[in-house]
């Protein structure tokens, strides 16, 4: 099994919808992300994670909010989507230190008309 | 504003050629260094980390540092159809959130 899984894997939705994007690993990791890839823009962080009560705004938190259910759960809503918000979203994990690589899961891909 | 800039490409080597990619940054403080590679639609994927000044070898992947120069490199030697990807290159925050800032890629492409 993946150890950072992603749902939905793809999702398309209207203008003002409400949309929940899950994450769960099973790496036993402490840290979790939530990044967006637009192309030719990279990837953006939008929130991180350091445990399940301490949660922190990105470099582009807004029209974003985020949920730590647990250490391996962390969720990411858009309350109202709109079209500039559709790209690739990664959830990513790591352990705690100077040192450590992060881990990616597969990536939802959401289309918001 | 932390800065990790790439030559975005395209990059086209032919197959058993050697692949040189760049990746400079702005924070002089950085301490750790990596390499991811993503393929088209797919997720980012570590392939090599450094930390320290020279060169780093894993197989047909070499990671290069200079932080005086604040310049990271990866060569990839023999390069093959399938290293065709995007390569990213990240570098951490030295603040207390470690987080890793990532340049926006180098597309490969590795001719037959």
């Known amino acids: 099994d993946a150890d950072v899984t992603q749902t939905p894997r793809n999702r398309i939705t209207k203008t003002g919808k409400r949309i929940m994007l899950e994450c769960s690993q099973t790496?036993?990791?402490?840290?979790m992300y939530w990044y967006r890839q637009d192309p030719g823009l990279g990837l953006r962080l939008i929130y991180y994670?350091?445990?399940?009560?301490?949660?922190n705004k990105g470099e582009i938190s807004d029209g974003y909010s985020v949920s730590r259910q647990a250490q391996a759960k962390f969720s990411l809503s858009l309350e109202s989507a709109i079209p500039n918000q559709t790209a690739l979203y990664f959830c990513?994990?790591?352990?705690?230190?100077?040192?450590?690589?992060?881990?990616f899961g597969p990536g939802t891909r959401l289309t918001v008309l | 504003q932390k800065e990790v800039e790439q030559n975005s490409g395209p990059l086209s080597v032919p197959e058993g050629a050697i692949a040189s990619l760049n990746c400079t940054y702005s924070?002089?403080?950085?301490?750790?260094f990596f390499w991811y590679r993503q393929y088209s639609g797919k997720s980012p994927e570590l392939i090599m980390f450094?930390?320290?000044?020279g060169d780093k070898e894993d197989g047909r992947f070499t990671a290069q540092l200079n932080k005086a120069s604040q310049y990271v490199s990866l060569l990839i030697r023999d390069s093959q159809p399938s290293d065709s990807a995007t390569y990213l290159c990240?570098?951490?925050?030295?603040?207390?959130?470690?987080?890793?800032?990532f340049g926006t890629g180098t597309r490969l492409t590795v001719i037959p």
């Open positions: 450094i930390y320290s000044n």
């Open positions: 990513a994990t790591s352990g705690a230190g100077l040192y450590n690589e992060q881990f």
């Open positions: 924070d002089r403080g950085s301490q750790s």
């Open positions: 790496k036993g990791h402490d840290r």
């Open positions: 994670s350091f445990d399940v009560k301490d949660i």
């Open positions: 990240a570098v951490n925050d030295q603040t207390g959130a470690n987080n890793l800032f």
